[in-house]
């Protein structure tokens, strides 16, 4: 079992917008400013989405946004596209000893 | 461009020590902005953390795996390492290695392109 719960399937149709929540507890997501969100493709490495609730790395596009509310952070994705299919993970910091914990995924399907 | 590469064998017997290495370029490992960590995903299923190693040599590490991970840091290679004692058929996984921002953690914005470790007797 995870520490951050995800549901297990999102689906959209191309140029819709689609949002996966990320719940945890007043430990990890509702205290801390630190959530990030990865994309995984199958057979690949994650790839950083969002970092620091809402925060997008240079080279990501800006359909993609993060968000956060008490203890459940958001991912939303605009003008869903096909290559947009792939696995979303949420993760947070969860303090000194546990540090860091991941969201079990999200499988998203672009119809 | 930073580049991390995980090598290691890649079928562990029961009860060994699995032991992989992270071998970093373009990038320092002795640079004190990173921490440099450990991830892993079970066939079919989601990541789990086991910890990292900053360039100093402390450490952090996932507490249901705390008793068994070791990772250690050799800055004159640009590398670093995990252990992870007495493996069961339920540490077999793709173990990724990943940096982090100090600042920003937890945000693994470089990562390694995996290397599946199976147990197997």
């Known amino acids: 079992q995870s520490a951050l719960t995800q549901p297990a399937s999102v689906s959209g149709s191309p140029g819709q917008s689609i949002t996966i929540s990320c719940t945890g507890t007043?430990?990890?997501?509702?205290?801390?400013?630190?959530v990030s969100w990865y994309q995984q493709h199958p057979g690949k490495a994650p790839k950083l989405m969002i970092y620091e609730v809402s925060k997008r790395p240079s080279g990501v596009s800006n359909r993609f946004s993060g968000s956060k509310s008490g203890n459940t952070a958001s991912l939303t994705i605009s003008g869903l596209q096909a290559e947009d299919e792939a696995d979303y993970y949420c993760c947070s910091y969860a303090g000194s000893s546990t540090v860091v914990v991941f969201g079990g995924g999200t499988k998203l399907t672009v119809l | 461009q930073v580049q991390l590469q995980e090598s290691g064998p890649g079928l562990v017997k029961p009860s060994e020590t699995l032991s992989l290495t992270c071998t970093v370029s373009?990038?320092?490992?002795?640079?004190?902005?990173?921490?440099w960590s450990w991830i892993r995903q079970p066939p079919g299923k989601g990541l789990e953390w086991i910890g990292y190693i900053y360039y100093s040599g402390s450490t952090n590490y996932n507490p249901s795996l705390k008793s068994r991970v070791t990772i250690s840091v050799d800055t004159s290679k640009n590398q670093f390492s995990l252990k992870l004692s007495s493996v069961t058929a339920a540490d077999t996984a793709v173990y990724y290695c990943?940096?982090?921002?100090?600042?920003?953690?937890?945000?693994?914005?470089?990562w390694g392109q995996g290397t599946l470790v199976t147990v197997s007797s």
């Open positions: 373009g990038g320092s490992v002795s640079s004190g902005s990173y921490y």
């Open positions: 007043s430990s990890d997501v509702g205290n801390y400013n630190l």
């Open positions: 990943a940096r982090d921002p100090l600042e920003d953690q937890p945000a693994f914005d470089y």
